[in-house]
C-alpha cells in the first residue's frame, strides 16, 4: 500500500514510521527541504534506540528506512492509496492543501487529515469528491500511543470510513470512531481533567502539587493535571480549551481559566521553557522546590479533589455518549489508550455508582449553581432506571 504523508513535523514523521513498520510505502512530504533531513536523521535515532532496546535488529531497522521516501512536492504523491495530513491547525492552509493534493491523486485515494480540533466537515468541502475524506486523529508520539480516533465528516462515504478503520487496525492500532463534533473524544471529555483542577487551585482549596497528588496518588493517574499541562505546553493546551469552547457557543462546561492564559501570556509554558506550575532543567526534568510543595491538607480533602475531578470527567464521558459521539465502549478506550487514563470513565462510573455520581453533580450544581456543573441527563435515565454502562 502506498501511503502519503504531508508534514515532516514529529506527528507527520511518527505517523510514517508507524506505516513504514506495518509494510507500507510512505513517502513523507515537505516543502522545507531541511525539515525533510531533520526528519530523516531524527529517524534514525529514534530506531538506533529502539536497537540498544533490543526491541528491532539492525535488518529492520534498513527495512523501515527503505520504506521512507522523502519528497519536496505534492506531486510525488499521486500514487498514494492514502494520503494523511498533519500540518499546522489552520484550517484555510489545510484546505488549500487539500484542494491541490487532489488535482494529483487518483479518485480512489483517501484523503485524512490529523487534526485534532478543527471541522472535517469544513476541511472536506474544499474537495471536489468530499466523500473521500476522513478524519484520522493520531496521538503523540504516534509510535508509541496506542489510540487512533477516526472521525467521518457528513459527507464521508461508508466505503471511505471502513476502509480507514482496517488500515489503521492493520497497523495495530486500537480505533475510535467519533462524530466530527469539537474536540471529537478526547480532547473534549478530558477538558476537566485540566479545567476543574485549575478552577480548584483559583478557589484556594489547593495548590498545584497537592491537586496533583490527589489524582495520582488517590485517582492512579500517571501524571497530575498541572504536570501535564506543564509536559503539553501551557500555550498548547490553554489554546485547544479556547477552541472547544468557542466550538461549543460558550458552554460554561469548558471555559478556560484565567490562571493558565496567564501562565501562558508570561511565558511559563512548562518543560520547553523551563517554568510552569513547576520549575525544571535543561534535560526537562522537574526540580524540586521549596516553594512548589504539597499542602499539609486532611487526606479527607484531597479525597474531595479527587472526586470532584473524577466526577465532572465521568459527566463529561456520559454526556458524550447521550449525544452518541462515540459507543461506550470507544468513549473508554479512547480514553485508556489515548491519555493513559488508570480505568475508562464509563466503566469507573459503574464502579463508583451511578446514583453517587448524579448526587455529586447535584451537590455542585447546589453549591455553585452553574450551569458548569449539570449533570448528564443519560446519568440521570441510567439512575433511574438503576442501569450501568457495562
Known sequence: MNVGI????TMGSGIAQVAATSGCKVKLYDTNQAALDKAKVALDKILNRLIEKGRIDETEKSRIQSNIEYVDSLKDLSDADLTIEAIVENLDIKKKVFSELETYVSNDCIIASNTSSLSIASIASSLKNPERCIGIHFFNPAPLMKLVEVIPAIQTSKETLEKSVQIISDWKKVVAVAKDTPGFIVNRVARPFYGESLRIYEEGIADFATIDWSLKTLGGFRMGPF?????????????????????????????????????????????????????????GKKIENSDVTLSAVEESLKEQIFNRVLVMLINEAADALFLNIASAEDIDNAMTKGVNYPKGLLAWADDKGIDWCVSTMDELYDEYHEDRYRCSPLLRKMNREQRTFF
Open 6 to 9: 504531508i508534514g515532516s513535523g
Open 227 to 283: 504536570e501535564l499541562m506543564d509536559f503539553i505546553g501551557n500555550d498548547v493546551n490553554y489554546t485547544v480549551t479556547e477552541t472547544v469552547f468557542t466550538a461549543f457557543y460558550f458552554d460554561p462546561r469548558y471555559k478556560p481559566a484565567f490562571t493558565q492564559k496567564r501562565f501562558a501570556e508570561a511565558g511559563y509554558l512548562g518543560r520547553k521553557s523551563g517554568k510552569g506550575y513547576y520549575y525544571y532543567d535543561e534535560n
